[in-house]
């Protein structure tokens, strides 16, 4: 950007807004939060993973000394869910259940333990049904469906989309693969559990406290289930204790309380257990994945068919969403000339899938940067090289229609190839050790809103009082990314003022604009655009008021460290306060709005809505690791991680947002993964769910590249999500340089590589993955022209 | 079964217990019973550190431990460690290094750093990473904590120096 020399707040390194109570101990989460007469709600769940519930007795519990109240699914019956696709959902079951940790019955009573005892006294009678327990069983002929709404069977969602010529595309190529890969699912594992506080005042209106990252969404839902008008609702985002996607849908426990707030008069509580937080999850689907890619010796890519098969468990959550994303960014990172695209999502007898950071993408991320890699050995290239010669350009579309601003993803490879020194080491380390890459591509926030209408996804408001204070307004949730701090800092940068100076109010339905929330990594882009726009038309007031009194040009007005001054001519300038107080005395109360609504882009079949956005941000990774030979234990030594962030509004925070997704990612390719036997979680414990410690983490060394995106608040993109991705497939890539085991799955764990060692040392190929894809037959796809500006 | 009244030392002060059940926890009772909401319950099993406190000299996880055990204990929490508003040096450096977000584990952080900054006021990386093994982070990569470690460690060094010459 031209003018970045010139910003004085925006690329600067600033502590962020509520940092300062989190580290006193004073930041009020939902559970820290108390309020007169307050009742503890405690949910009972399911211990069946499908059944038909037959019937409920609360009566004993109802008379438990301390019980004010019990409700079950008839007080809530109607349903629900995040896309207006998939409304099936409900607070507590009515009909059915669908996994263990379902919620049927709820108490509130005047202590925790009180309501704890009452639901052991609350008797359900089940009828159970066999359970549906993976994706194969989800496409086997079923007596019970698990929703009646499915596609087929329990086949939630089909896909199926063609771009371009695909028998041209294979015969224009010179080597075709084919592999299968799988990816387990794994969980968001927030450290804070989802809590809630509800009240119902005398005027009937109720207002709903609770660790959410959509609020908005959260409202919605609670109007439509509690049959109120949404202006007799007010939803409060309290600082919320980790995220990651897990948050993102309105959940049970929260309606409930509304509920019981209502029918009592009383305010309640929830907090959920760990263990419930494990039922709740919405995390990364495990997807089973089939690719066949046609390549020319010189490395592109002539043409891609993509297959991946999502276990989706009990219930819709983003799910259709989902399982386009898994095949929606593969393409605008490296052209793909012709490409085709068919998935599905099945139901299971399992807490719900949904968006964990990466939503959808990390899985067949993994698939194709393994595949360069076999590719590369296959034609002897250099996997640094066969990506470098081959990338997306800018102001290009991809073949399905995507389009791509900027792409810093050749100074990210350059970046971190010269920092890890790939070149010299790659096949040339010694035995044990290996080295790996990989690259990805993430979304600056979706294009199109969750329901479909055509008002902004980001509001703003903004006061200035004659005071000096100024004040912002805006929907959005700071989940610890940083969202607050962001708001904060473009006023001050616009406004010339100290940062420190901006009061932040976000995340109150009441007093803050729609800001559709903290997901798909919008928030700096989508509110950063919103707030330029509200604090300048703030910035002409003042000017025009001030140029009034100086008697000048309010063009040559500029706003710095506390004044405004007049830089033509002669030099004058005023405090801002006293700026502010001209402009109140000329123009009244002084406030603002501003709106953003992405650029409509993309293609006009069905499924287009899934994957524009207005910039990509992307991430390119190398990661050196040690496997021992033997046991197949291994280390990450050290991640190199380049990240195209277009901007970075304040760079500690970027760096946060980037180590943070490369630590993620981490886990999930060393240790992490969800898993289940006979209809039961395994490990819905902190103890047992494996996650990295301070000792299992390698050294990182991190670049940040800047691509000033003309999108970007600034040239702002995402940081949150994408660097996440490259992570995974590097390590497997690296694993494979060391110990020459090709690991097709996620979490790459020791005791794999172990049975890749035993094969290799028998003479075997020495590949660990799923050895076949089920057989189904996908709808005939919608065939769609490739776009004008598309690669050949 | 509710007991007696009991009193708890906590952050250098007596507070007395009423209506206390036998098993309730110390993190139960600090964060309900006595309104210290800074420690932070996330697994109720002693495995993320989010509830840390210290009971004397020692670092515990006050979901692990009955409350009835710490009478006759000095017990200090998140909300001692700054004094009078000043920030201590763990906790500006927190803050400097961009070590927080979304907060929820910083209490238990902070105080398992603090007790390690009092043995070892320059402690190597490796043991910072070993001392604080035990307390999970979801949000950083632990990247950030462990430089405001080393941040805090070499402010209170160039203090000791300057405290003696």
């Not at chain 1, 969602?157 to 063609?162: D, H, N, Q, T």
Request: glycine share 10%; aromatic share 6%.
């Amino acid at each position: 950007m031209d003018d970045a020399k010139q910003l004085k707040v925006v690329g600067q390194t600033g502590a962020l807004v509520g940092s300062l109570s989190k580290v006193m101990g004073e930041s009020n989460y939902a559970d820290d939060l108390f309020l007169p007469r307050m009742l503890y709600c405690r949910i009972l769940r399911s211990t069946h993973p499908h059944a038909r519930i037959r019937s409920i007795d609360i009566g004993p519990a109802l008379k438990r000394k301390g019980v004010i109240a019990v409700i079950t699914g008839k007080d809530l019956p109607i349903p629900y869910g995040i896309l207006p696709v998939s409304q099936d959902e409900q607070a507590l079951c009515v009909e059915k259940v669908r996994m263990v940790g379902d919620p049927v019955a709820a108490v509130a009573a005047l202590d925790e333990e009180t309501a704890e005892v009452a639901l052991e006294e609350i008797r359900v009678d089940y009828e159970p049904f066999p359970s549906v327990m993976s994706v194969e069983e989800g496409l086997a002929e079923t007596e019970e469906q698990i929703h009646e709404y499915a596609d087929r069977g329990n086949i939630h969602k089909f896909v199926s989309l063609e771009f371009g010529n695909m028998e041209e595309g294979f015969s224009q190529a010179d080597h075709v693969r084919e592999d299968i890969f799988h990816y387990e699912g794994n969980t968001h594992m927030p450290m804070e559990q989802h809590a809630a506080v509800a009240k119902c005042g005398a005027d009937g209106r109720v207002t709903l406290w609770s660790s959410t990252q959509t609020p908005h969404y959260v409202h919605r839902a609670l109007s439509k289930v509690l049959e109120l008008p949404a202006s007799r609702i007010r939803v409060i985002a309290t600082p919320v204790g980790g995220g990651f996607g897990g948050k993102t849908d309105p959940f049970p426990h929260e309606i409930v309380i509304c509920k019981m707030a209502m029918l009592t008069g009383r305010p309640v509580k929830i907090t959920l257990t760990r263990e419930e937080v494990f039922y709740c999850h919405r995390g990364r689907h495990p997807v089973l994945m089939w690719v066949r890619t046609g390549m020319k010796q010189d490395g592109s890519i002539t043409a891609m068919h993509f297959r991946s098969y999502l276990d989706g468990g009990a219930y819709g959550s983003y799910g259709v969403a989902s399982t386009y994303y898994t095949g929606a960014l593969q393409t605008v990172t490296y052209p793909i000339a012709n490409y085709k695209f068919e998935g599905l999502r099945v139901f299971t007898n399992k807490p719900p899938c949904g968006p964990k950071r990466g939503h959808g993408t990390p899985q067949p991320r993994f698939a194709l940067e393994v595949q360069l890699d076999k590719f590369a050995e296959d034609l002897g290239l250099n996997p640094a090289e066969l990506r470098l010669r081959h990338l997306m350009q800018p102001n290009t579309q991809a073949i399905n229609h995507l389009t791509v601003t900027t792409i810093g993803l050749k100074e990210c490879i350059e970046k971190i190839t010269k920092a890890s020194g790939f070149e010299s080491k790659h096949r040339r380390l010694p035995e044990g050790r290996g080295i790996g890459i990989a690259c990805s591509a993430y979304l600056t926030g979706a294009g199109l809103p969750i329901y479909w209408n055509k008002m902004p996804h980001s509001g703003v408001q903004m006061k200035i009082d004659r005071g000096g204070g100024v004040t912002v307004f805006c929907g959005s949730t700071d989940i610890g990314q940083g969202s607050d701090s962001v708001l904060a800092a473009i006023v001050a940068e616009e406004l010339g003022i100290d940062p420190d100076h901006v009061i932040v109010v976000t995340a109150d339905t009441d007093l803050t604009p729609v800001d559709l929330g903290s997901y798909s990594s919008r928030v700096t882009l989508m509110t950063g655009n919103a707030t330029i726009e509200a604090v300048r038309t703030l910035k002409e007031k003042l000017f025009a008021a001030v140029a009034e009194v100086f008697q000048c040009d309010p063009e040559s007005l500029t706003l710095s460290e506390g004044q405004v001054v007049s830089m033509k001519g002669k030099k004058q300038e005023v405090p801002f306060t006293d700026a502010v107080q001209w402009a109140e005395a000329k123009f009244g109360t002084l406030g603002s709005v501003g709106s953003y609504t992405p650029p409509r882009r993309g293609g006009k079949f069905k499924g287009a809505g899934v994957g524009p956005s207005p910039n990509y941000s992307y991430s390119a990774c190398v990661a050196e690791v040690e496997c021992d030979q033997e046991t197949g234990i291994y280390r990450v030594l050290k991640l190199s991680l380049a990240h195209d962030v277009g901007r970075s509004i304040n760079p500690i925070q970027v760096m946060g947002q980037v180590e943070g997704s490369a630590y993620m990612g981490l886990g999930e390719v060393m240790m992490e993964e969800q898993v289940f036997r006979r209809g039961l979680h395994k490990i819905p414990s902190l103890l047992d769910y494996k996650s990295p410690t301070t000792l299992d983490m390698p050294e990182m060394e991190i670049f940040l590249i800047e691509t000033d995106d003309p999108n970007g608040p600034y040239g702002a993109k995402e940081a949150g999500q994408g660097p996440l991705l490259p992570i995974m497939p590097a390590v497997a890539n690296a694993i494979y340089d060391a110990v020459g085991v090709r690991i097709d799955e996620v979490p790459v764990l020791p005791e794999k590589i172990f049975k890749g060692l035993q094969k290799l040392k028998s003479g075997k190929s020495s590949r660990i993955g799923p050895a076949f894809i089920p057989e189904v037959e996908f709808p005939e796809p919608i065939r769609v022209e490739r776009p004008e500006t598309a690669p050949n | 079964m509710i007991v007696d009244p009991y009193v708890l030392n906590v952050n250098g002060v007596d507070r007395r217990v009423v209506d206390g059940h036998i098993d309730e926890s110390l993190l139960w009772v600090l964060r309900e019973r006595l309104g210290l909401p800074g420690s932070k319950n996330a697994c109720e099993e002693g495995e993320c550190g989010s509830c840390t406190v210290r009971l004397d000299d020692e670092i515990v996880c006050s979901c692990l431990v009955l409350a009835a055990a710490a009478v006759d204990r000095r017990i200090a929490t998140i909300e001692s460690l700054s004094v009078d508003g000043d920030l201590s040096d763990v906790q500006q450096a927190f803050l400097e290094a961009g070590a927080v977000q979304c907060g929820f584990c910083t209490p238990g952080l902070l105080v398992a750093i603090d007790r390690l900054l009092e043995d070892d006021p320059d402690p190597e990386e490796l043991t910072v990473r070993e001392a604080i093994s035990g307390n999970l982070c979801r949000c950083t990569g632990y990247a950030k904590i462990i430089e405001a470690v080393g941040k805090a460690s070499s402010v209170s060094q160039t203090s000791i120096k300057s405290n003696h010459g």
